[in-house]
């Protein structure tokens, strides 16, 4: 027996004498009330989704679909029944595409270089990029607009795109960088003492290192720019993406095929994230 | 780190720079140039007439005096409203978190999950569905008043505490996922230790698992506090003319009055409240919390 196995086995053996209950385990009643409390706040987080699931079944007496009338599959018959309600969702995917696609590049490139390199005046752009995190929405939109109209450029798609740009690079940068953290990037060093070539070693070994870590700061990249209402208010001119509809809806009327939408994305983005956590435990068990 | 730094990646001093560069450039334009010109806006005099008006820089400081003198109640409310909502977050989030943290178990991932998913619904639909549960003829006032916690009569929608709740509603999430990392990175022997030295639950909750929560107590309550005090939707749909925040107030002059230095001031003076606080709180703990 090596000195190893023997360490192994006294460890084997201190498992086997710990206790079985769990650390906080002394206080039995204030352990199910923290439960509870718990439970009922998840409740509270999920009482307006019942609302409107429930409402995409309704079937609205006036312009407003703000009270129960009755049950009715025609709202999920006809999703698309108004076209203005569908082009503007289909901008918004659109312009969260193509926002995300730019800001993902320029994101990615800082948050390398803030992992992997040393250089002078790291902690000022780290500083520097949190900034617009923290600018509140109003604000932001705001100092947007007024550029715009200093520079007499007419606000609609092209500067929504801009102005999502500006507020995704610090969000995929911060996310990359905090996946990208704690890797073992000896690995690198490892294939080039073997011979290959940085370029290689790149497309070999740091891409599909960090690639997790991007897709995971796209997805949310994508998910801000759709679901953005306030800086779009202020930079959209007469272009309606699909949060300004719901919004100019609430003026006007509210027809349940809002709900109908909301719904089929929230069972769209919950069967993605079923598919991704399968994903990846079958890649961890492999 | 060291040997990190030493070894083949150090060669070119100029990469990281040309890294960065991109975005550096397209933030500074478009990020930090368009605070130069609401700052200009903040000090210019609007003159011409009504369908042309014209602004003229001219130093004009009254800009700010007449923003804190003409709003002084929706300036009070933004702040009281956007602290209220970040105390009765954090007074929620942390039993959650606490919980996901440490009693969960294989359920973990499950839960948080589940925490993340009503925020893919637009953030406008969710604040409109409060609208439906708080209305005057809705099953929450009906509960509320027969068990006589509101008077006949009494109403949940158009009030404060409608637009606080909407705002606690829309920003928990960013409570509870930095108060998680900062529970989850609590190596549990320090609880054992605490045990072990024969202290009571109480007591390891307030000399050990709180103060190794801070970073994530302070993080989420900038979160949740910056985008509530900037915010105007929960104000505009869930309560009414006596309930309008500084946000109102900036979006209503800036696109519907089209008053530009006043709106300019009051942004700019918003701005520089919550960029010091930022600024406090990078200082004591980095960023990396922050995100």
Not at chain 2, 164 to 193: C, H, Q, T
Request: proline share 5%; hydrophobic share 55%; charged share 15%.
């Amino acid at each position: 027996m090596t000195i190893q196995d023997h360490i192994a086995e006294a460890n084997a053996h201190v498992a086997e004498i710990q206790p079985k209950k769990p650390l906080l385990g002394g206080l039995r009643l204030g352990d199910t009330a923290l439960r509870i409390v718990a439970g009922l706040v998840l409740l509270y987080l999920f009482l307006p989704i019942f609302v409107i699931i429930l409402f995409s079944f309704n079937d609205p007496a006036g312009k407003f679909n703000y009270t129960w009338q009755g049950f009715t599959l025609d709202n999920w018959a006809d999703p698309f029944k108004y076209p203005a309600l569908t082009n503007a969702l289909k901008l918004s995917i659109n312009v969260a595409a193509v926002s995300t696609a730019i800001a993902v590049v320029l994101g990615t490139l800082v948050a390398i270089a803030l992992v992997r390199q040393r250089f002078r005046g790291s902690k000022a752009v780290d500083t520097f990029l949190i900034l617009p995190l923290t600018a509140p929405e109003v604000v932001m939109g705001a100092a947007m607009l007024v550029l715009f109209l200093d520079l007499g450029w007419a606000t609609g798609y092209a500067t929504i795109l801009i102005a999502h740009v500006a507020f995704e690079i610090s969000f995929i940068a911060m996310t990359v960088r905090a996946r990208m953290r704690g890797f073992d990037w000896t690995l690198e060093d490892a294939s080039m003492d073997l011979g290959a070539s940085p370029t290689r070693t790149f497309f070999k070994v740091t891409l599909p290192l960090i690639v997790p870590g991007i897709v995971a700061a796209a997805m949310l990249s994508f998910a801000l720019s759709l679901d953005d209402f306030i800086i779009t208010y202020f930079v959209s001119g007469s272009t309606v993406t699909y949060p300004l509809y719901v919004n100019a809806a609430v003026k006007a009327a509210v027809p349940p095929q809002i709900n109908v939408l909301a719904t089929a994305i929230l069972v769209i983005s919950l069967i993605l994230l079923a598919v991704g956590t399968l994903y990846r435990r079958k890649r961890i068990d492999a | 780190m060291a040997g990190v730094a030493s070894s083949s990646r150090q060669r070119s001093k100029i990469a990281p720079y040309l890294m960065i560069l991109p975005a550096l450039v397209y933030l500074a334009v478009f990020f930090v140039v368009p605070f130069f010109s609401l700052a200009r806006t903040s000090l210019s005099s609007s003159g011409g007439s009504v369908f042309m008006p014209t602004l003229t820089f001219s130093w004009d400081f009254g800009n700010y005096l007449d923003a804190f003198t003409r709003f002084p109640d929706q300036i009070t409310r933004s702040f009281g409203y956007a602290l209220t909502a970040t105390v009765v977050c954090l007074l929620l989030a942390y039993p959650l978190a606490y919980v996901i943290a440490f009693k969960a178990g294989r359920y973990k991932n499950l839960i948080l999950g589940l925490v993340i998913l009503p925020f893919f619904v637009t953030f406008l639909i969710r604040t409109l569905a409060w609208k439906t549960i708080l209305a005057d003829d809705g099953f929450v006032v009906s509960a509320l008043g027969s068990i006589g916690l509101l008077p006949s009569e009494g109403r949940l929608l158009s009030t404060s505490w409608a637009v606080i709740g909407g705002l606690i509603y829309n920003w928990i999430i960013f409570m509870i996922l930095p108060l998680y990392v900062s529970l989850e990175k609590i190596d549990p022997r320090l609880l054992e230790a605490s045990k072990d030295l024969y202290s009571s639950n109480t007591r390891s909750f307030r000399k050990v698992i709180l103060p190794l929560s801070m970073p994530g107590v302070l993080a989420g309550s900038l979160l949740v506090f910056i985008p509530a005090a900037g915010d105007f939707i929960n104000a505009d749909y869930l309560g009414s003319t006596q309930t309008t925040m500084i946000g109102n107030v900036i979006q209503q002059q800036f696109l519907v009055v089209k008053d530009y230095p006043a709106a300019a001031a009051l942004s700019l003076a918003l701005m520089a409240v919550i960029l010091a606080g930022v600024l406090m709180y990078t200082r004591a703990l980095g960023t990396e919390d922050l995100v």
